[in-house]
């Protein structure tokens, strides 16, 4: 039974802990420079949520948009070389505007740049939750973007959407607030004639299929309308309401009025990195794996091992979500690959003893470790 909107707002209203994501349109101008009013005004919508004893992590989109101005670029660089450039120069703005907006209101901000392999990895998970959990008990609003800078190619993450939904599950949030600049979602993208608001998503699922969504339009922006939707559907299978509007309207968001898009939980709660890996990553490679190893995959308790493994496809790092499929072509799971596409062809077939002994203690590992595994 899907709560009505009402109970999500209520319940938004009363989030103990409360992820927000604004993005770069929201913050900063086309010509690559921060735009401080806008970003004064939702700070004060977040300092007023954080004074009436809500926990807030704000999630900021914006270091790429920020920082190609003052590097001299008059458009978003188009190449990731220069966009991780401008990430590193444009995060310090960021977060220096940030800093003096909320000690305006007496609040300190703590940064946290994280990649996808570093929150899928158990020891990182673990430290990047217990970081922003003592953040949280301290009283302090943890910022968090990608660490752009060093992801190994564009695409980790790629977009603050999905981190941030990813981020309402490591805090266990009670919601996620999607700030924009667009006020609603609409039937189909707001520029196309007819396109109709729509203020509550009992069923993003089913909205996904219904809802005619378009990219991003305003040139300093990444996933458009498609990520938000993701984002919003993963919320929804963790159990987690959801609002999405634009940031101007941050203040009544949080407040539960009726503005922008209400999305419904479709679930309970599961909080739990697995949803991540099974929901919200696009895997980026397979290793295709022998008899033995799919009958231990499906069983579910096993970590997919080079021995039984017979071939490996695609292009992707450590830490990125890649197949495991049988040997007809039948998807078995999703997985966070341990290694790297290259590395892998010389470990096929072999036992991981053997590849300690000839390639070295880091080569003697699982592909994929069962805690980065889900069955499909
Ligand atoms: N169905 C839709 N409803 C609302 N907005 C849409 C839709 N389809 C595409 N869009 C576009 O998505 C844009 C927001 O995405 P984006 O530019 O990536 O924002 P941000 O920088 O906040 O992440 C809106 O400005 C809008 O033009
Ligand atoms: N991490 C990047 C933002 C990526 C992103 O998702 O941007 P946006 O679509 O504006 O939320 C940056 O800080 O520039």
């Given amino acids: 039974m899907s709560m009505n909107e009402a109970a999500v707002r209520r319940a938004i209203a009363g989030a103990q802990t409360i992820v927000v994501k604004v993005g770069s349109s929201s913050l900063t101008t086309p010509s690559g420079h921060l735009d401080a009013d806008r970003l004064t005004a939702l700070v004060a919508a977040l300092a007023a949520a954080a004074h009436q004893g809500a926990r807030v992590v704000l999630v900021s989109s914006g270091a790429i948009a920020a920082g190609f101005g003052p590097l001299g670029f008059d458009a978003r660089p188009a190449d990731v070389v220069t966009q991780q450039t401008a ?49 949280l008990d301290l009283g302090v609003v943890p910022i ?96 987690i309401p959801a609002v999405m509007t634009c940031a101007s309207n941050a203040g009544p968001a949080l407040m539960g009025d009726p503005v922008g898009t209400a999305f419904a939980p479709v679930n309970g709660r599961d909080t739990s990195k697995r949803l991540w890996i099974g929901f ?62 290259e590395e892998v062809p010389q470990m096929l077939g072999r036992t991981t003893a053997d590849l300690g002994e000839t390639l070295g203690e880091e080569y003697a590992h699982p592909l994929v470790h069962r805690d980065g595994l889900v069955l499909v």
């Avoid at 752009?148 to 939904?165: C, K, M, P, T, Y």
């Avoid at 990553?281 to 008899?291: K, S």
């Fill in 87 to 135: 990430a590193a120069v444009g995060q310090g703005l960021l977060m220096a505007q940030y800093e003096t907006a909320f000690a305006r209101h007496g609040l300190r901000v703590g940064q946290i740049l994280i990649t996808a392999a570093d929150t899928i990895r158990a020891t990182q998970y673990r430290n990047v939750q217990r970081t922003l959990d003592r953040l």
């Fill in 144 to 239: 968090v973007n990608e660490n752009d800078s060093l992801a190994s190619n564009e695409i980790r993450f790629g977009d603050n959407d999905r981190l941030s939904a990813l981020v309402a599950n490591i805090v266990r949030a009670d919601a996620l607030v999607l700030l924009t600049d667009v006020d609603a979602l609409y039937t189909a993208p707001p520029s196309e004639p007819g396109s109709q608001r729509i203020g509550y998503v009992p069923d993003v699922i089913e909205a996904l299929a219904a809802v005619q969504v378009g990219g991003s339009t305003s040139g300093v922006g990444t996933g458009g309308m498609v990520t938000k939707l993701e984002a919003a559907r993963v919320a929804a299978v963790s159990g």
């Fill in 280 to 341: 919200a990553a696009d895997p980026r490679g397979t290793f295709v794996v022998d008899d033995g190893a799919a009958r231990a995959v499906r069983g579910g308790r096993a970590s997919l091992l080079a021995a039984g493994t017979l071939a490996v496809r695609g292009d992707f790092s450590a830490g990125d979500p890649v197949w495991i499929d049988d040997e007809h072509g039948t998807h078995l799971a999703r997985g966070l690959a341990g290694y790297d596409a």
